[in-house]
């Protein structure tokens, strides 16, 4: 493993109705606007792995430390994001490393 100081956020969505894959792509792209992060990407899966196709969009984040991953997650736009995505998503699995 890298030594590495940093900690990276990912977090895998799917949709429970494929029509609203946009919707979710916007309503987690708001968190972008939460200050504490140094990198920041909402992506729609690219569906490269004919393998699995149960992820239809992709969170990934970079923290300087566990202290800026907890500001984020505490941020008033991060429950406002959650508002709307919540209801729209089928599966979320989320890993930080």
Known sequence: MADRS???????FSATDKADIERIVAGLSRLGNIPHSTVFEVVENSRVDALSGEVDVVVYAEFADDAALQAYKFHPIYQEAIDIVRPLRELRIAADF
């Open 6 to 12: 940093f900690i990276r956020h990912v977090v895998f």
